[in-house]
């Protein structure tokens, strides 16, 4: 591995995330579902047909009801999601202080083209992009290649990192996350680990991000060294009507305690910091759940956010994509 000295001054590294409304208010939340759920790897509908749909129905009854979740989680200095990005980003600054290291967002602010548009004309040549998605899926990481195709050019040079679902400081930080949340509260009696959920027809078509859940999975499961048994992968934030993957968390944290299970712990890989997902759907409307169904307490393991062990992860798989990066 070469040294973060020889890493050439016009290089940068951007963490990219989704991205987040800018205020818990109704008009916000539905700029930025408008602009999230306009993105045609979100949703594969005819423009045509979903726009109407979008803007006539959906935005007007969903923004409200989402603008009141994320009052219930805001932080003073903005979404959990924003905050969170922002220190995970200075974080790993100071691990590589040899590299430009600056946070983006695919929908919202800062927007990851604008970003990148800034950069070239500072004087970057090349950008290294690093989506905050642990696994590769047509739905998320896929947008973001779509955004360095559009902005790479003569001169300025943009590569994505794919994924990075098995690198081994990834999986340590996670599973020193875990033990350290055990031994502050005890460890619960089962660990369910929760993953944002996609469309099944996609991973029909050939999508690998389940594949990469389950591998995932397995790699923390060892390095607890947990039994089958002692955990569950489930799928969470499912949108419409039609077949996503399965099993969907809230069944099962529907079904947990009828199997004896009276203390649960959850963790959310697929999220690099928490979020509306993490925070309100499991941390509160699932611990809600799961005491409705005769559980006695869900004891959620926050995202590894702007740790330490977090940021010493990422500046391992930058490193790693820069050294095969000529």
């Keep these: 591995m070469r040294p973060d000295a020889d890493i050439p001054a016009d290089t940068a590294l951007v963490l990219v995330n989704l991205g987040t409304p800018d205020a818990p208010t109704a008009p916000a939340v539905r700029r930025y579902l408008a602009e999230f759920l ?16 979008l803007r006539g129905l959906i935005l007007p009854l969903r923004a409200p009801k989402v603008a009141e979740k994320y009052a219930q989680i805001w932080l003073d200095g903005g979404s959990p999601l924003t905050v969170y990005t922002r220190g995970l980003a200075d974080a790993v600054q100071a691990v590589l202080p040899a590299l430009r290291v600056v946070p983006a967002m695919r929908y919202g602010m800062p927007a990851l083209a604008g970003t990148l548009a800034r950069l070239r004309g500072e004087g970057v040549r090349r950008a290294l992009l ?4 642990p696994q590769y899926s047509t739905t998320t990481t896929a947008s973001v290649e779509d955004v360095a195709r559009a902005q790479a050019g003569a001169g300025f040079a943009v590569r994505v ?18 033990r350290a949340h055990w031994a502050a509260h005890g460890r619960g009696e089962h660990l369910l680990l929760s993953f944002h959920g996609i469309p099944q027809r996609l991973v029909d078509a050939g999508d690998p991000y389940a594949a990469q859940c389950a ?15 002692a955990y569950t992968v489930a799928f969470q934030s499912r949108f419409g009507r039609e077949r996503w993957l ?5 069944e099962v944290l529907q079904a947990l ?3 004896g299970v009276r203390r649960l712990d959850v963790l959310c890989p697929g999220f690099a910091v928490d979020c509306l997902e993490t925070l309100e759907e499991i941390a509160l409307g699932g611990a809600e759940t799961f005491r409705a169904a005769g559980g006695e307490a869900l004891r959620y393991i926050p995202c590894l956010n702007a740790s330490p062990a977090h940021a010493q992860a990422l500046a391992a798989v930058a490193r790693r994509a820069l050294e095969a990066w000529p």
Excluded: K, M
């Design 257 to 259: 305690p009828a199997r």
């Design 215 to 229: 591998a995932g999975a397995r790699a923390l499961a060892a390095a607890l060294g947990l039994a089958p048994e």
């Design 130 to 133: 690093l989506p905050l998605y």
């Design 38 to 53: 306009s993105d045609p790897r979100v949703v594969q509908l005819p423009r045509w047909l979903w726009q109407p749909l």
């Design 161 to 178: 990192v794919g994924d990075y679902h098995l690198a081994p400081e990834w999986i340590a930080a996670l599973a020193a996350s875990v």
């Design 246 to 250: 399965q099993p969907y968390t809230v």
